[in-house]
């Protein structure tokens, strides 16, 4: 790969464009590949403050709409919180089994779901759309730029958390506006990720909805268009 | 940390739920730390098919919402279809600039924002809240959660990207309804993310807007908060 140490003007900000290592690019792989959405499998034990410190860094060094860094982090550790969303859960969990068609019920109420008790800490990550001032540069002409931003930093917590061994599981059947109330947060503020956070007993080899039986992986290549959107890669969406 | 290969019923299943190697922990946060957002570094060497298919592979890996797998990945090569985009960027970011205070506009139009003809391939990146049939497992409750999946699959090709040595761009300043028109994308999708992809001449040690004195990063205990809401963590938003 081409390197431009000889260029004038441009070499003292630049690391060099050439990729990692071996053992180093697979090691980012496999972080992506085992990364799992935990339900059923925390542990009790509290996460080392050193961790945790890591893990959100690494979130905090999320690509960000006009460097707007509009992401909050609140850590919730009291039981008696944690319960009061399990709560909330619960009720919406109920709520949603019964949107599905009378022979997937069943299996849907089999589902582990969340482990917003079980796991030590719980995070709730926010998006504050004001961050970045009235206009932010990057965010004048598409919607939703913040909270893009933000699911970036969650992959990132997400993605540091599996290389330190930390399962974490996000939850989204939730009554956004009561987690908010509960946690006392600002109404200008979207709730954008609920996530259980902890050791855990081991990972999946596989996504836990595939290895149920829920739905299946595409192929990657059913996702791949060339050139413009070429037709009739997906197979129609199944009746559920 | 607690292993549990002597628990009955579970072994089979899962993987040790340990921490990566410190090597390959630090592999993973070099990624997060040192991806950028490249807009003016981009080198014309086509990619490697292979590297390509490692880098789509990763994303495809993204947690979604339901297992629903909503993105899709159109890949732009034609030149003139990149000149296109191109053209629906400039008209936008003409439009983005008179947005800012006086003050700032000068300095929002010596800043390059994008590497659309510049990087040898595009890759527009769709969610379609449809993917997964008419009720979506976790898709109950909250608006967006198929955008969000699209935007882990999106982080996790950024990071694929970095430890490959290929740089990404992600462009945000464009028409929407103009791009989609384009590339012939189905009304019902949304366009989440539109990258600039290639090899570079190197990457900056910190964000551009940075370096450029555009907006400072915030420390990130400014963005942690304990058991609730902490107010008077952020200063007040700049006014501009």
Same mark, same amino acid.
């Given at each position: 790969?081409?390197?431009?140490?000889?260029?004038? *003007?441009?070499v003292e900000d630049l690391a060099p464009g050439v990729a990692f290592a071996d053992a180093d690019r697979d090691a980012v792989y496999r972080a992506i590949a085992t990364r799992r959405d935990v339900r059923g499998e925390f542990l009790p034990d509290p996460i080392c403050g050193d961790t945790l410190a890591r893990i959100l860094a690494a979130a905090h060094q999320a690509p960000s709409v006009g460097l707007s860094q509009p992401w909050d982090f609140v850590l919730i550790r009291k039981r008696e919180i944690r319960s009061r969303i399990a709560a909330i859960f619960a009720e919406a969990n109920a709520e949603a089994a019964q949107r599905f068609p009378a022979e997937?019920?069943?299996?849907?109420?089999?589902?582990?779901l969340e482990g917003i008790v079980s796991a030590p800490l719980n995070i709730c990550v926010t998006s504050d759309? #004001?961050?970045?001032?009235?206009? +932010?540069?990057?965010? !004048?002409?598409? #919607?939703?730029?913040?909270?893009?931003? !933000?699911?970036?930093?969650?992959?990132? %917590? &997400? %993605?540091?958390?599996?290389?330190?061994? +930390? *399962?974490?599981? &996000?939850?989204?059947? %939730?009554?956004?506006?009561?987690?908010? #109330?509960?946690?006392g947060i600002p109404e200008r503020l979207r709730l954008v990720g609920y %996530?259980?956070?902890?050791?855990?007993?081991?990972?999946?080899?596989?996504?836990?909805?595939?290895?149920?039986?829920?739905?299946?992986?595409d192929n990657v290549g059913a996702h791949v268009h060339e050139d413009g959107w070429?037709?009739?890669?997906?197979?129609p969406a199944p009746k559920d």
């Open positions: 790969m081409p390197r431009t140490d000889d260029e004038p *003007g441009k997937r019920q069943a299996q849907y109420r089999t589902l582990k759309p #004001a961050r970045g001032g009235p206009v +932010i540069l990057g965010a !004048t002409h598409m #919607a939703d730029t913040d909270l893009f931003s !933000t699911v970036c930093a969650i992959q990132n %917590l &997400w %993605l540091a958390a599996r290389a330190e061994g +930390i *399962g974490v599981g &996000w939850v989204s059947i %939730l009554h956004e506006d009561r987690v908010k #109330a509960v946690l %996530l259980c956070v902890g050791h855990v007993r081991g990972f999946f080899d596989r996504p836990e909805l595939e290895k149920r039986g829920w739905r299946t992986r070429n037709a009739q890669r997906h197979m």
